[in-house]
């Protein structure tokens, strides 16, 4: 078991190195950062000694090798747009970010596996046919379209909700959270809605197939046969049956919901890392998307060596499989 | 199979959420009446007054330092901090500025021509992004403590034109701090100036979190009659049709930036006031006018052709694009300055309607009977609708034979390629700071040298308009200089080095009752607003 996840946390900085030399290498096409730096009256000199000062004039190599240096260290440098250390920035933004994918991966899971559920106990039911054909909206309407008309009917036509930001914020040590107003829990009804509404009906038609499934097995009607309750055979039997790719799947559409949330979040000026991260790519402030791309990086690297753990957890097969492999 | 019924549990769940999302529906609370809330599209990049020359920090940073000098609205120098301004007498290379008495800095420091000779030093300093505008300061001396010098390196009768975004700081302050120089990304450290100000304008800061919220509260000290407006909240709001909403569901009270595609819904929306005018910024194509091989035809250049240069006036449809890609929200024009700029002429400006028959004839008359073909390089996040005119001028270009490549890319890919000569047929668009053509001549026409002609990438060269250029920069009979603009301006369009499409216009949107003028530099001041 220790000898495994050793083995997964090197796998884990190999894939954390590789994505930090690709995402370097691709800065070199985003544009150059001295253009948007300087205004249009700098002269050729002086935007050869800015590009100097910056270090953009060494190797790629060189470059990425003084970052990781400074990155090992927890020293991402400081941001050319907004001239604040790189990490302050992040730091600053990050809860924001985790407030809104929690919100809306919390949101996504409780109503994706009910609906779900419902929508497989009740195959032929009205309710079900509108609940299967409105979720086709979540997955074909672009997030952007969907923030776009939350905005239009709650914020602009009944203007029960707010239209961008996050209200107030209440400081707790480093965390600025939005959870603790009523303004900042208004404002994230909206922007946690358009996050999850994709992930919910993915997990919800996830469920209902699995559910299917697991259904027809002999067991379910050996449960049914015995007497048990319907509860206890749709919750205690067929529902756990049908969780573990569930869990794998929400657990990748929680990193996708932190790294995918910058949409959302420029849509309703909602301050976290993604709009953080939309602005630097236009800025081609490199100290910033480095950062971030690590970060993010870091994340998908976590969830999944988590959601390993998981199995190995939740699935006694797994188990007896390695043991039997070892021998 | 017996029916299961999980149904009362969904209801509750669904009772319970419709029933929080009203409750959470947040009582929309009118802004106090002296409260200005006020969105546009970016932020304030920083707080320190010399390191970013940027439309939005400078405009944000106006509100909480002062100028020597202010644009007004007519585009005109309005005195601030300095009353008088004079080319001393006896040497032509030295600027008197007389400066106001009686002005305190927000932390209670009078304001002296010490101050003005400390940010002298600073925003001449190796890591100002202002220093191209102060190239010719040789040093600056307080005479007594309302009287200042500004030394030139020769004589440079329009530079107090430059001193429309040069804040005066507290030397007692920048020293206290150790911030005498803006900052330095080499260093790696954030400078004290990024976060905190000492300014001596009308409005103080009381807090800032960037990119998402600034407020501003007024300073009860400041030597101007007090504004009306006592507190701005300024809020960055990037999607165009989120800054649209929020001004419609009242959550803020003014927009700087509104798309031109909700400018007439916004006109006809009761209750809202939407105010336009013209910007500082001309839209224009260039051509590599004088190599003999293009990037994207190597061998050749037809742009080398008057007739070629001609033809492609002739095919621009100047009406078509105001009509159709701006929404009638551009001023067209042939003259590469804008109206209120030193050196404009009207004559020069008038543009012909298009002709295809000549233009082709033009054409077979260089010897492209058949068109040819060639890369069009454009921004796309950088003007208005920028591609959209690119995309309108390839196929004008077309009807003629002309088989146009349309290349667009960011402004960061853009404008190095434009320096670095690597593009020969672009889209550009050039805002005049000071107001007047020398400006636009030192970047845009004057052949390549240190210092000037960074952005011809026309490849112009002619020695004669180059010495007249320099002429400009040290003339002080102000009627010889406006007579030699005119030369200039007239060689420019004989040649024509521009292809000028039109400039650019501005629309602001406010709630009614908040009166806000269309500002040239798009520099509104919230300080000159009026509620009615």
């Given at each position: 078991?220790i000898?495994?996840?050793?083995?997964?946390?090197?796998?884990?900085?190999l894939?954390?190195?590789v994505?930090?030399?690709?995402?370097?290498?691709?800065?070199?096409?985003?544009g150059?950062?001295?253009?948007?730096m300087?205004g249009?009256?700098a002269?050729?000199?002086?935007?050869?000694?800015?590009r100097?000062?910056?270090?953009?004039?060494?190797?790629?190599?060189?470059?990425f090798?003084?970052?990781?240096?400074?990155?090992?260290?927890?020293?991402f440098?400081?941001?050319?747009?907004?001239?604040?250390?790189?990490?302050?920035?992040?730091?600053?933004?990050?809860?924001?970010?985790?407030?809104?994918?929690?919100i809306?991966?919390?949101l996504?899971?409780?109503?994706g596996?009910?609906?779900?559920?419902?929508?497989?106990?009740?195959?032929?039911?009205?309710?079900?046919?509108?609940?299967?054909?409105?979720?086709?909206?979540?997955?074909s309407?672009?997030?952007?379209?969907?923030g776009?008309?939350?905005?239009?009917?709650?914020?602009?036509?009944?203007?029960?909700?707010?239209?961008f930001?996050?209200?107030?914020?209440?400081?707790?040590?480093?965390?600025?959270t939005?959870?603790?107003?009523?303004?900042g829990?208004?404002?994230?009804?909206?922007?946690?809605?358009?996050?999850?509404?994709?992930?919910?009906t993915?997990?919800?038609?996830l469920v209902?197939?699995?559910?299917?499934?697991?259904?027809?097995?002999d067991?379910?009607?050996?449960?049914?046969?015995?007497?048990?309750?319907n509860?206890?055979?749709?919750?205690?039997?067929?529902?756990?049956n049908?969780?573990?790719?569930?869990?794998?799947?929400?657990?990748?559409?929680?990193?996708?919901?932190?790294?995918?949330?910058?949409?959302?979040?420029?849509?309703?000026?909602?301050?976290?890392v993604?709009?953080?991260?939309?602005?630097?790519?236009?800025?081609?402030?490199?100290p910033?998307m480095?950062?971030y791309?690590?970060l993010?990086?870091?994340?998908?690297?976590?969830?999944n060596?988590?959601?390993d753990?998981?199995?190995?957890?939740?699935?006694?097969?797994?188990?007896?499989?390695?043991?039997?492999?070892?021998? | 199979?017996?029916?299961?019924?999980?149904?009362?549990?969904?209801r509750?769940?669904?009772?319970?959420?419709?029933?929080?999302?009203?409750?959470?529906?947040?009582?929309m609370t009118?802004?106090?009446?002296?409260?200005?809330?006020?969105?546009?599209?970016?932020?304030?990049?920083?707080?320190?007054?010399?390191?970013?020359?940027?439309?939005?920090?400078?405009?944000?940073l106006?509100?909480?330092?002062?100028t020597?000098?202010s644009?007004?609205?007519?585009?005109?120098?309005q005195?601030?901090?300095a009353?008088?301004?004079?080319?001393?007498?006896?040497?032509?290379?030295?600027?008197?500025?007389k400066?106001?008495?009686?002005?305190k800095?927000?932390?209670?420091?009078?304001?002296?021509?010490e101050?003005?000779?400390?940010?002298?030093t600073?925003?001449?300093?190796?890591?100002?992004?202002?220093?191209?505008?102060?190239?010719?300061?040789?040093?600056?001396?307080?005479?007594?403590?309302?009287?200042?010098h500004?030394?030139?390196?020769?004589p440079?009768?329009?530079?107090?034109?430059?001193l429309?975004?040069?804040?005066?700081?507290?030397?007692?302050?920048?020293?206290?701090?150790?911030?005498?120089?803006?900052?330095?990304?080499?260093?790696?450290?954030?400078?004290?100036?990024?976060?905190?100000?000492?300014?001596?304008?009308?409005?103080?800061?009381?807090?800032?979190?960037?990119?998402?919220?600034?407020?501003?509260?007024?300073?009860?000290?400041?030597?101007?009659?007090?504004?009306?407006?006592?507190?701005?909240?300024?809020?960055?709001?990037?999607e165009?049709?989120t800054r649209?909403?929020a001004?419609?569901?009242?959550?803020?009270?003014?927009?700087?930036?509104?798309p031109?595609?909700?400018?007439?819904?916004?006109?006809n929306?009761?209750?809202?006031?939407v105010?336009?005018?013209?910007?500082?910024?001309?839209?224009?194509?260039?051509?590599?006018?004088?190599?003999?091989?293009?990037?994207?035809?190597?061998?050749?250049?037809?742009?080398k052709?008057?007739?070629?240069?001609e033809?492609?006036?002739?095919?621009?449809?100047?009406?078509?694009?105001?009509?159709?890609?701006?929404?009638?929200?551009?001023?067209?024009?042939?003259?590469?300055?804008?109206?209120?700029?030193?050196?404009?002429?009207?004559?020069?400006?008038?543009?012909g309607?298009?002709?295809?028959d000549?233009?082709?004839?033009?054409?077979?008359?260089?010897?492209?009977a058949?068109?040819?073909?060639?890369?069009?390089?454009c921004?796309?996040?950088?003007?208005?609708?920028?591609?959209?005119?690119c995309?309108?001028?390839?196929?004008?270009?077309?009807?003629?034979?002309?088989?146009?490549?349309?290349?667009?890319?960011?402004?960061?890919?853009?404008?190095?390629?434009?320096?670095?000569?690597?593009?020969?047929?672009?889209?550009?668009?050039?805002?005049?700071?000071?107001?007047?053509?020398?400006?636009?001549?030192?970047?845009?026409?004057?052949s390549?040298?240190?210092?000037?002609?960074?952005?011809?990438?026309?490849?112009y060269?002619?020695p004669?308009v180059?010495?007249?250029?320099k002429?400009?920069?040290?003339?002080?009979d102000?009627?010889k200089?406006?007579?030699?603009?005119?030369?200039?301006w007239?060689?420019?369009?004989?040649?024509?080095?521009?292809?000028?499409?039109?400039?650019?216009a501005?629309?602001?949107?406010?709630?009614?009752?908040?009166d806000?003028?269309?500002h040239?530099?798009?520099?509104?001041?919230?300080?000159?607003?009026?509620f009615?």
């Amino acid at each position: 078991m220790i000898a495994y996840i050793l083995r997964r946390i090197a796998q884990s900085v190999l894939v954390m190195l590789v994505v930090a030399l690709v995402s370097f290498s691709l800065f070199r096409f985003v544009g150059d950062p001295v253009a948007t730096m300087m205004g249009q009256e700098a002269s050729q000199a002086d935007r050869v000694a800015l590009r100097e000062r910056l270090g953009l004039n060494d190797p790629v190599v060189v470059q990425f090798a003084v970052f990781i240096g400074r990155a090992a260290t927890g020293d991402f440098g400081i941001s050319y747009r907004l001239q604040q250390p790189v990490m302050e920035l992040i730091l600053s933004r990050l809860p924001a970010t985790l407030e809104l994918a929690l919100i809306s991966g919390v949101l996504a899971f409780v109503l994706g596996v009910s609906l779900g559920v419902y929508t497989a106990l009740n195959r032929r039911g009205w309710l079900s046919a509108a609940i299967m054909s409105t979720s086709l909206i979540g997955v074909s309407l672009p997030t952007f379209l969907i923030g776009v008309l939350l905005i239009w009917v709650f914020a602009v036509e009944l203007q029960w909700l707010p239209s961008f930001g996050r209200g107030e914020v209440v400081t707790i040590g480093f965390w600025r959270t939005g959870l603790l107003t009523e303004s900042g829990r208004a404002s994230l009804v909206l922007p946690s809605i358009t996050l999850g509404l994709y992930q919910m009906t993915l997990i919800m038609r996830l469920v209902r197939a699995e559910m299917l499934e697991v259904l027809r097995t002999d067991y379910i009607k050996f449960a049914r046969a015995r007497g048990l309750p319907n509860r206890a055979v749709h919750f205690g039997h067929a529902l756990k049956n049908t969780m573990v790719p569930v869990i794998t799947i929400t657990g990748l559409q929680l990193g996708s919901i932190i790294a995918f949330a910058i949409i959302t979040e420029t849509v309703f000026q909602w301050p976290g890392v993604g709009a953080l991260f939309i602005n630097s790519v236009q800025f081609v402030d490199i100290p910033v998307m480095a950062a971030y791309l690590m970060l993010i990086a870091l994340i998908f690297v976590v969830i999944n060596l988590v959601v390993d753990l998981l199995y190995y957890a939740v699935d006694p097969r797994l188990r007896v499989d390695r043991a039997n492999a070892r021998h | 199979m017996t029916k299961h019924t999980p149904s009362a549990g969904f209801r509750r769940l669904f009772a319970s959420l419709m029933l929080s999302a009203a409750t959470l529906g947040v009582a929309m609370t009118a802004a106090d009446a002296n409260t200005l809330r006020w969105a546009r599209v970016g932020d304030a990049l920083t707080l320190d007054p010399h390191s970013a020359n940027e439309g939005p920090t400078s405009t944000l940073l106006h509100h909480i330092y002062e100028t020597l000098v202010s644009r007004g609205l007519d585009g005109s120098l309005q005195p601030r901090l300095a009353t008088e301004w004079s080319i001393h007498p006896d040497d032509p290379a030295v600027w008197v500025f007389k400066l106001r008495d009686g002005v305190k800095f927000h932390d209670g420091a009078d304001f002296t021509a010490e101050d003005v000779v400390a940010s002298v030093t600073r925003v001449t300093a190796e890591t100002s992004d202002f220093k191209g505008l102060h190239t010719s300061v040789a040093g600056a001396e307080a005479v007594d403590d309302y009287t200042v010098h500004i030394k030139m390196k020769g004589p440079t009768p329009l530079y107090v034109q430059n001193l429309t975004n040069f804040f005066i700081m507290d030397k007692g302050w920048i020293e206290a701090n150790g911030v005498q120089a803006p900052q330095d990304f080499k260093a790696g450290e954030e400078k004290f100036t990024v976060r905190n100000t000492n300014g001596t304008g009308p409005y103080m800061l009381e807090s800032r979190d960037p990119e998402v919220k600034t407020v501003l509260k007024v300073n009860a000290g400041h030597w101007a009659p007090a504004p009306q407006v006592t507190e701005i909240i300024y809020t960055p709001i990037k999607e165009a049709a989120t800054r649209v909403a929020a001004l419609l569901s009242g959550e803020v009270d003014f927009v700087q930036d509104v798309p031109v595609q909700d400018i007439e819904r916004l006109s006809n929306t009761p209750g809202v006031k939407v105010t336009t005018g013209p910007e500082n910024r001309t839209i224009f194509f260039s051509y590599d006018m004088t190599s003999d091989s293009l990037v994207s035809l190597p061998g050749d250049n037809p742009f080398k052709k008057p007739q070629v240069r001609e033809a492609l006036a002739l095919t621009l449809d100047r009406d078509a694009i105001r009509q159709v890609v701006m929404r009638g929200q551009s001023v067209p024009g042939a003259l590469n300055a804008p109206p209120f700029v030193n050196g404009y002429d009207a004559a020069m400006d008038a543009y012909g309607k298009p002709d295809l028959d000549r233009a082709k004839a033009l054409l077979a008359e260089a010897g492209y009977a058949n068109g040819f073909s060639v890369d069009l390089h454009c921004p796309n996040d950088r003007y208005i609708n920028d591609e959209a005119i690119c995309q309108a001028f390839v196929g004008m270009m077309g009807r003629i034979g002309i088989k146009a490549n349309l290349v667009s890319q960011s402004r960061t890919i853009h404008f190095p390629a434009i320096q670095n000569r690597q593009v020969d047929f672009y889209l550009l668009g050039w805002g005049v700071p000071t107001f007047d053509s020398q400006y636009v001549f030192d970047f845009l026409v004057h052949s390549l040298e240190e210092g000037r002609g960074g952005w011809n990438g026309s490849r112009y060269q002619n020695p004669e308009v180059d010495a007249m250029i320099k002429s400009l920069a040290t003339e002080t009979d102000l009627a010889k200089r406006d007579a030699t603009i005119a030369d200039i301006w007239k060689k420019v369009q004989e040649d024509r080095v521009f292809l000028m499409v039109h400039n650019q216009a501005l629309a602001y949107a406010a709630k009614d009752g908040i009166d806000i003028a269309v500002h040239p530099e798009n520099q509104p001041h919230m300080a000159n607003v009026a509620f009615k």
